[in-house]
Structures are given as C-alpha cells and as structure tokens.
C-alpha cells in the first residue's frame, strides 16, 4: 500500500494568493514524522517544514504552514501570498519510528505559479 | 545550508562504461540513501546505510552498488552502464538515533546521468 498519498499532479495558483497542497498517509505506527519538500527545476530538494505525529499544534515557517489533521491522516501543506518563486515540485514524505526509518515520497504536486 | 555535496553535477557516459557517483557530507550523519527519480516523478529509494561497513537495497530494484567505507562518503557505481540507467540520482543524510522520526534528511543537487 502507498504510505504517502498526493492526489494533485498540478496546481496552479496567482500570484500572491494562498495554495493548499494535499497529501494523505498510511502508517500504524504511533510515532512518525511527515515532511515537506520543493524541488525546484534545477533538481534540489529543499525541506520546507515537518510535523510530528505527537505535535499538538500545526507547524508553521515563514509562509508555509501544515494543516495536520491525525484522525484523517491528512498533512496538507499551505503555501500564504505565493510567490513566482514558488513555482516547483512539491513532496510530502514520511518517517516511521520502526523499521529502517526511511523517508518515503508521495508522487509530488507540481505548483505553478501565476503573475 | 546542508553539507552534503554530490559529484558530477551531469554526466553523459556511453553504453557499456563503469561509472561512480560521489556524495559526501560533512554532517557526522550516521544515516545516507540514495534515490532515483525519473523527471517530474516521485523519489525512489535504491540504497541505504546505516554507518560505516553497513548497506542495504531500497524499495527500489536497482543494478547499481554501494559502499559504506567512511562515514562521510557513501559512493554508487554502476558497473556496466545502460540507457535504462538514465536518470537523476540523489544522495540524502540524515542523523539517527533518539528522535529520529522528527530528522529531516538533507539532500545533495542529484546527478544527472544520462546513458547514450
């Protein structure tokens, strides 16, 4: 079964406006962490923001906030007064406690953004 | 910034030919992986390691190696390269031990290989 979930292969957003970039997962594992990341075209990835599965409030840096909801194993990320440089790829990803602690990756949402 | 650095950046290498990717990190990082994505999809994970003289094979079949000699230094060759071995390969670190589900992994800028 996929543990990390996008459904959104594209987005588009104008300029300066707020995006929500959706990303389910599948754990049983009581301690995980979830993570969002940006790869912009050069090929990088860039860690925006993670959440803890026992953080009781949504995390947030800068402009970029998760909108964390456990019960429906939601991890969306929102992006405020988005930029042109926001326009990229972005993974949600997800560590488990147990097991090898690997970081595993949804398929991405590729964001563009609009002037 | 993280310090984690990949090398070559790009490499197109003809069919046939043994190639070695480098990545190494100055982080002390216990933990390294590589990771093979295809343009615009998703990450797949093909190697692992856990220290030094440990390594394991991802989710992802791949007929590259790795080795684990150095803490800091986690190579990938591919001893006979294919066009079906075309493709970005990113190399990550991150820290192990307690709190490792809240660790980030940080990653290198990939290397574009390309197989003609």
């Known amino acids: 079964a996929q543990k990390i979930t996008q459904t959104q292969p594209g987005m588009f957003v104008q300029e300066k406006e707020a995006v929500t970039l959706d990303c389910t997962y599948d754990?049983?594992?009581?301690?995980?962490?979830l993570f969002w990341y940006k790869q912009p075209s050069s090929g990088e990835m860039i860690f925006l923001i993670y959440?803890?599965?026992?953080?009781?409030q949504n995390a947030t840096e800068g402009r970029y906030s998760l909108n964390f909801q456990k019960a429906r194993k939601s991890a969306n990320l929102v992006i405020s007064a988005s930029q042109l440089g926001d326009s990229a790829m972005y993974f949600c990803a997800m560590r488990e406690q147990t097991g090898a602690n690997n970081l595993f990756f949804g398929t991405g949402t590729r964001l563009t953004v609009i002037p | 910034e993280a310090d984690i650095y990949q090398t070559p950046r790009y490499l197109v290498i003809g069919t046939g030919k043994k190639i070695t990717l480098e990545c190494s990190q100055t982080m002390g990082h216990d933990k390294m992986y590589w990771y093979q994505q295809d343009p615009g999809m998703e990450l797949h994970l093909i190697h692992y390691s856990y220290g030094v003289n440990s390594t394991e094979k991802g989710d992802l079949s791949s007929e590259s190696t790795v080795s684990r000699i150095r803490t800091e230094h986690f190579p990938l060759t591919l001893e006979s390269a294919r066009p079906s071995h075309t493709s970005q390969y990113l190399c990550?670190?991150?820290?192990?031990?307690?709190?490792?589900?809240?660790?980030?992994?940080?990653f290198g800028q990939g290397t574009r290989l390309t197989v003609v």
């Open positions: 990550a670190s991150s820290r192990s031990g307690q709190g490792v589900v809240i660790t980030e992994a940080f």
């Open positions: 959440q803890g599965s026992y953080d009781q």
């Open positions: 754990t049983s594992d009581p301690s995980y962490g």
